[in-house]
């Protein structure tokens, strides 16, 4: 992911997968409701921590991966040779709501 928009909409995406509301993600989550449809929308701004909590409710995990991972994840969707690595993330991806 390369923004926050990309962030929330990923986080949207899951929370709907699972049929969670954002008033029940968020009471779960321990946060305000506008503060995870800010987050949703890519308008908002959020600790670390909240950001935590969201992901531990929906099952997630935030990784951290090298630009260079991602550059070249990015090169495979555009035809690229694919490493083992970037083979696994892309199943990985694929398998993530």
């Given at each position: ?34 503060t995870l449809q800010a987050l949703e929308t890519g308008k908002g701004n959020i600790e670390l921590s909240k ?47």
């Amino acid at each position: 992911m390369h923004s926050v928009q990309d962030l929330g909409a990923r986080i949207r995406a899951v929370r709907k997968s699972q049929k969670l509301s954002s008033a029940s993600l968020a009471e779960r989550s321990g946060i305000h409701r506008n503060t995870l449809q800010a987050l949703e929308t890519g308008k908002g701004n959020i600790e670390l921590s909240k950001l935590l909590s969201i992901c531990s409710e929906l099952g997630l995990e935030l990784l951290l991966v090298p630009q260079e991972i991602s550059a070249q994840r990015a090169a495979d969707g555009e035809g690229g040779v694919r490493t083992e690595l970037s083979e696994r993330l892309h199943r990985l991806m694929r398998s993530t709501p």
